[in-house]
Antibody, heavy 122, light 107 residues
């Protein structure tokens, strides 16, 4: 079964840091890019960042550029979102999502995790 | 970036009705448009990709049309479980972007 499982969310103060994890199973991270998408009641769904094994980082949304970094592990089973200098507007439900098309830098997302909640508040 | 606009914001229909949801792009996205269904407390679920292709295990009552800037998602005969928020997403131009969603209520 193709699956993505996120973890690492929580409550953090403004200016703090957090690392989200996404464990992938049932497909090859060498073939499919994985992205982070966040959701807030006010702004809806927002793409955050993406990574592919071949190309590395696919980029970041302007709203997180310079503060968030996406990495992958050498075991080729997990990806991470390192979030620094967190702001209240980063409060959201963070999903990792699998690209629907192999080796594509941009595509639809055909598998989503259940999400992990990040709350930035003092 | 490409801005997607969805209409209507809310749609209230009865079981058996036909629903048509619209998504308009601020510039051409060719046929690189997807539709998602999100039910309360769940992650988005891919329904349609490349404007008109149903994703795996999606019932035939869901169909998508369009190209360029204007797209539609049609649900031919509504079931109670179709009550959800529906989002469009473009994958033509970087970065990928989503529409604000249409909330479909089944009376």
């Amino acid at each position: 079964e193709v699956q993505l499982i996120e973890s690492g969310g929580g409550l953090v103060q403004p200016g703090g840091s957090l690392r989200l994890s996404c464990v992938a199973s049932g497909f090859s991270l060498e073939q499919y890019a994985v992205h982070w998408v966040r959701q807030t009641p006010g702004k809806g769904l927002e793409w955050v960042s993406g990574i592919s094994w071949k190309s590395g980082s696919l980029g970041y949304a302007e709203s997180v550029l310079g503060r968030f970094t996406m990495t992958r592990d050498t075991a080729k089973t997990s990806i991470y979102l390192h979030m620094n200098s967190l702001r209240s507007e980063d409060t959201a439900l963070y999903y990792c999502a699998k690209a629907s098309r192999p080796l594509a830098t941009i595509s639809a997302f055909d598998v989503w995790g259940q999400g992990t909640v990040v709350t930035v508040s003092s | 970036e490409v801005v997607l606009t969805q209409s209507p914001a809310t749609l209230s229909l009865s079981p058996g009705d036909r629903a048509t949801l619209s998504c308009r792009a601020s510039q051409s996205v060719r046929t690189s448009l997807a539709w998602y269904q999100q039910q309360p407390g769940q992650a988005p679920r891919l329904l349609i990709y490349d404007a008109s292709n149903r994703a795996t295990d999606i019932p035939a009552r869901f169909s998508g049309t369009g190209s360029g800037t204007d797209f539609s998602l049609t649900i031919s005969s509504l079931e109670p479980e179709d009550s959800a928020v529906y989002y469009c997403q473009q994958s033509s131009n970087w970065p990928p972007t989503f529409g604000p969603g249409t909330k479909l209520e089944i009376k």
